[in-house]
C-alpha cells in the first residue's frame, strides 16, 4: 500500500519582525494615532465613488427596491467589509505574533439594520440612537498549526482589539459640516 502525505499549504505570511518593530512604537507612544482619509464623489443617483490613496476607487451604491443602481454594495455592506477586513488583520497579526501559521481564514458578517427613517427624507420619526445597525453577527472559518482553543483565543483576542469592531461598539464624535 502506498504511503500518503498531507501537505498543508498556509496563508502568505506578514512580516513578524515588521509586526514586533510596530508593536514596540505603540507601546512607546500609546497616544499616537494615525488618520485615514477617503474623497467620496457622487455620480448621481446613490452611486458613489470613494477615493482612497492611490487605489481604485470604491463604488457604493444602493439596491434597486431602494432606487439606486444596484452596481456596488450599500453603504452598510460596506461598514460590514470594513470590520471583516479589520478583523482579518487582527486574526492575522495576532496569529503571527503568536507564531500560529494559519492556513485558512474566512469571515462572514451579516447586519440587521433598518431604514424606517427614508434617510430623515419623511420617513418614521427616529431618533439617532434608533437607527443604525441593531445588531452585526460574525462567523469565523480559521484553520491552522494550532488547536482549536488557540484558535479561538486568537479571534477573541483580535476582536477585542479590532480598531473597525470598537468603533461600532464604541460611541465616536462625529462631525459633519459643509466646506468652506
Known sequence: MPETSTVTTYLRP?????????????KANPDNFGTNKVHTVTEGQYRTLSYVG??????????LHLFGQNTGPAPGEIVLSALG???AVGITAVATYRQVKLSKLELW??????????????????????????QVRVRV?????????VLDEIVAHANTFSPVAN????????TVSLTD
Open 14 to 26: 506578514i512580516d513578524r519582525d515588521g509586526l514586533l518593530k510596530f508593536a514596540e512604537k505603540g
Open 54 to 63: 492611490d487605489h481604485a476607487p470604491v463604488v457604493v451604491d444602493e439596491p
Open 85 to 87: 477586513g479589520c478583523l
Open 109 to 134: 458578517l451579516e447586519g440587521d439594520i433598518g431604514n424606517t427613517a427614508a434617510w430623515g427624507a419623511g420617513g418614521a420619526d427616529r431618533k439617532p440612537e434608533e437607527m443604525g445597525f441593531k
Open 141 to 149: 472559518n480559521v484553520e491552522g498549526d494550532a488547536p482549536r482553543d
Open 167 to 174: 468603533t461600532l461598539r464604541n460611541p465616536v464624535p462625529l
